[in-house]
C-alpha cells in the first residue's frame, strides 16, 4: 500500500520519514515511553533510523501495517508530536483484524490528540474504502492509565487481564487487552472503572483523578 496522509482539523498524519529521525531518538529517550512500549531502552539514533527508513517503509509496502507520525495540523511540516500505527493480522478480508497502538511526546500530552488521531485511523481502518476491518485490539501493559484512558474514548470495550502476555526487553509482563468491532460504537460504551467495579485498581485512585464521562 502506498502511505499517504490522513487529517483532519485535529491532526495530522503522515509517515514518518528520514528527516524525523533526530526528533523521534529524542523523544524515544522519554521515560514513560521506556516504561509502557517495547522500544528498546537506551534508544538510540540507529534504533530509530532502522524504524523509520526499513521497518515503516517495509510494512506499509508489505500491507503489513500503516504507522503515521501525528502532528499538528497547522504544523504538518513541524516536529513531530508522537506516532501511531496499526500492526494487522495475516487472516484473509474481510476477517482482518489489527493492533493500534500510539505514543506522545510529554509536551503534546493531555490534549486529546491521540484520541483525534485514533479516531481518524478506526474510522479509516473499518471503512470499506479503507482496510475494511473487522475488529480491531488495543493492548497495555497493566497499570496504564492514559492509554487505557485513550482506548476507553475510542470505543475500545476491556475483557480482561491476561498474564505474561507481552514480553518488554526479555520479561514476560501482564497486559489488558481491548476490543473494538466494525460495528460499535466509536465512543465509551462502558464505565470508566472505578475502585467498586474493577479489581485492578488495588491502590490506584482513579475516581479521583478522572471524572466519568
Ligand atoms: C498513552 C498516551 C499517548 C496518552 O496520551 P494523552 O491521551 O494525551 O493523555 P494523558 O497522558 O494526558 O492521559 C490520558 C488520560 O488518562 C488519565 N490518566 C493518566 N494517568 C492515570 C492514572 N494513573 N489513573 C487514572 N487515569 C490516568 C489522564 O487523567 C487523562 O484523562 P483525561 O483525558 O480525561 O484528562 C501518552 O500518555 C503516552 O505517550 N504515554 C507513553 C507511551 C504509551 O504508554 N503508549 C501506549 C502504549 S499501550
Given at each position: 500500500?502506498?502511505?499517504?496522509?490522513?487529517?483532519?482539523?485535529?491532526?495530522?498524519?503522515?509517515?514518518?520519514?528520514?528527516?524525523?529521525?533526530?526528533?523521534?531518538?529524542e523523544?524515544?529517550?522519554?521515560?514513560?515511553?521506556?516504561?509502557?512500549?517495547?522500544?528498546?531502552?537506551?534508544?538510540?539514533?540507529?534504533?530509530?533510523?532502522?524504524?523509520?527508513?526499513?521497518?515503516?517503509?517495509?510494512?506499509?509496502r508489505?500491507?503489513?501495517?500503516s504507522?503515521?507520525?501525528?502532528?499538528?495540523?497547522?504544523?504538518?511540516?513541524?516536529?513531530?508530536?508522537?506516532?501511531?500505527?496499526?500492526?494487522?493480522?495475516?487472516?484473509?478480508?474481510?476477517?482482518?483484524?489489527?493492533?493500534?497502538?500510539?505514543?506522545?511526546?510529554?509536551?503534546?500530552r493531555?490534549?486529546?490528540?491521540?484520541?483525534?488521531?485514533?479516531?481518524?485511523?478506526?474510522?479509516?481502518?473499518?471503512?470499506?474504502?479503507?482496510?475494511?476491518?473487522?475488529?480491531?485490539?488495543?493492548?497495555?501493559?497493566t497499570?496504564?492509565?492514559?492509554?487505557?484512558?485513550?482506548?476507553?474514548?475510542?470505543?475500545?470495550?476491556?475483557?480482561?487481564t491476561?498474564?505474561?502476555?507481552?514480553?518488554?526487553?526479555g520479561?514476560?509482563?501482564?497486559?489488558?487487552?481491548g476490543?473494538?468491532?466494525?460495528?460499535?460504537?466509536?465512543?465509551?460504551?462502558?464505565?470508566?472503572?472505578?475502585?467498586?467495579?474493577?479489581g485492578?485498581?488495588?491502590?490506584?485512585?482513579?475516581?479521583?483523578r478522572?471524572?466519568?464521562?
Amino acid at each position: 500500500m502506498e502511505p499517504f496522509v490522513l487529517a483532519n482539523e485535529h491532526v495530522h498524519l503522515a509517515m514518518p520519514t528520514a528527516a524525523d529521525v533526530d526528533r523521534i531518538t529524542e523523544l524515544c529517550q522519554g521515560a514513560e515511553i521506556a516504561a509502557w512500549t517495547t522500544v528498546p531502552s537506551p534508544y538510540t539514533r540507529a534504533d530509530a533510523a532502522s524504524y523509520i527508513e526499513e521497518v515503516v517503509p517495509e510494512s506499509w509496502r508489505t500491507g503489513r501495517g500503516s504507522t503515521w507520525a501525528i502532528r499538528r495540523p497547522e504544523a504538518p511540516e513541524g516536529p513531530v508530536l508522537g506516532m501511531i500505527g496499526l500492526a494487522l493480522d495475516t487472516s484473509p478480508t474481510p476477517e482482518r483484524s489489527a493492533e493500534i497502538g500510539y505514543w506522545l511526546a510529554p509536551e503534546a500530552r493531555g490534549e486529546g490528540l491521540v484520541t483525534e488521531a485514533g479516531r481518524i485511523v478506526t474510522d479509516w481502518a473499518f471503512d470499506d474504502e479503507g482496510l475494511g476491518l473487522s475488529r480491531m485490539v488495543w493492548t497495555a501493559f497493566t497499570g496504564n492509565w492514559a492509554s487505557r484512558r485513550a482506548a476507553w474514548r475510542l470505543g475500545f470495550r476491556v475483557e480482561g487481564t491476561v498474564r505474561g502476555f507481552g514480553v518488554q526487553r526479555g520479561v514476560r509482563r501482564d497486559a489488558w487487552i481491548g476490543t473494538l468491532l466494525a460495528g460499535d460504537p466509536r465512543e465509551p460504551v462502558e464505565p470508566w472503572p472505578s475502585a467498586e467495579t474493577d479489581g485492578d485498581l488495588a491502590g490506584i485512585d482513579v475516581v479521583s483523578r478522572v471524572p466519568a464521562g
